[in-house]
């Protein structure tokens, strides 16, 4: 890959990861590399600096249809040295009422892209080959239900998705071994890095319905009158991560494959704080002040997941990473944000911050 300015393209810009990382590019390494960010219907992105402390900065997107014919023209236009395919259809139950667009968002699109970065050539750089690193999730696994396969997961561990969205990303990432390893036509073979992870939130999500690890705190709104208590589930062990950090381990993989032609596999980024959504709650009431007494006047933790919500899709009770693998490929072991810390910087400035996005 070339080393003098290179160029990473980041799909998915305007999602929570995707903006975490086009951020921290932009902060950081705005001299080293050239950054394209790319959105379908959000084209405008907020990027919030010093937690909310002072003015966003407006960050303009280039529009791609990642399922349109333009996506080949893109690629060869601007010639990007790494693309990091954040876009997809993330949300587990919203895959599940609109299935056959979601599949190929996460498969057909990622499909075609690994195809560009192997087959993408350049008249002056005779070893031009992007890297494709896509963002895959800890739902490959089925957390022993039917496997017997138990966590924690290493990257070579039995995958058995129990949903449609596990099925979907292992479906991407057998997409991405396949057409990597598929040298036909006198074609060598790309070099894809797929990162599995676990739920996400965002440190600057202004919509709590943006993150499953957020999105209990609706029941805590002021607009909240309902005399019902919220069933929230209390049995399915998470391992919430912020997408900052991820966003930081992207950018030590990105790093390591400008210095290591060889890099390339699977691997998993995930905090190693463990909780259930029920147990969040409870944990981001105490960071606002808010009384346990309020909390269960609203709220009330569940162990069937049926009963916190009787339409959702089937999910493992726990999904547990093990990030050994990675920290060894990139010589060095990353130091997540403690939960208590990372989720007191995401619910800062509630409710006003999320009832003014409203």
């Not at 693309?83 to 057909?108: G, T, Y």
């Not at 075609?112 to 050539?121: D, F, I, N, Q, Y």
Request: glycine residues 6%; charged residues 25%.
């Amino acid at each position: 890959m070339s080393t003098s300015s290179p160029t990473i393209l980041i799909t998915g810009a305007s999602g929570m990861l995707g903006r975490a990382l086009h951020r921290l590019l932009l902060q950081e390494t705005s001299q080293t590399y050239n950054v394209i960010g790319i959105g379908f219907s959000r084209l405008t992105v907020n990027h919030y600096h010093e937690h909310f402390g002072g003015a966003p900065k407006t960050v303009e997107l280039l529009q791609l249809n990642l399922l349109d014919v333009a996506t080949t023209e893109f690629i060869e236009r601007h010639r990007p040295d790494i693309i990091v395919h954040c876009a997809a259809q993330r949300f587990p139950d919203a895959f599940e009422s609109n299935i056959e667009e979601s599949i190929q968002l996460n498969v057909d699109s990622t499909r075609h892209l690994a195809k560009l970065c192997r087959e993408s050539t350049s008249p002056s750089r005779p070893d031009y080959k992007p890297l494709l690193i896509y963002i895959s999730t800890s739902y490959v696994f089925d957390g022993g239900i039917e496997s017997k396969v138990y966590p924690p997961y290493m990257p070579e561990s039995k995958a058995n998705p129990i949903n449609s969205y596990g099925r979907s990303k292992w479906n991407g990432e057998r997409a991405i071994r396949e057409v990597m390893n598929d040298a036909t036509n006198n074609v060598s073979g790309g070099r894809g890095i797929i990162v599995r992870v676990p739920l996400l939130y965002g440190e600057d999500c202004v919509k709590l319905d943006e993150s499953p690890a957020l999105e209990m705190l609706k029941v805590l709104l002021p607009s909240s009158t309902s005399a019902t208590k919220k069933k929230i589930d209390d049995w399915a062990l998470r391992f919430p991560t912020s997408c900052e950090d991820v966003a930081r381990v992207l950018k030590l993989m990105i790093d390591h494959a400008f210095v290591d032609n060889q890099f390339s596999g699977t691997y998993h980024v995930a905090s190693p704080h463990g909780i259930t959504k029920f147990g969040l709650l409870q944990l981001q009431s105490r960071l606002l002040n808010i009384s346990k007494d309020e909390v269960d006047d609203r709220a009330e933790g569940v162990d069937d997941p049926k009963a916190a919500n009787p339409s959702a899709a089937p999910r493992p009770q726990c999904t547990q990473l093990n990030c050994g693998d990675t920290w060894a490929a990139l010589g060095k072991k990353f130091e997540f944000a403690p939960l208590e810390e990372a989720m007191g910087r995401a619910t800062q400035g509630f409710p006003r911050r999320f009832l003014d996005a409203a």
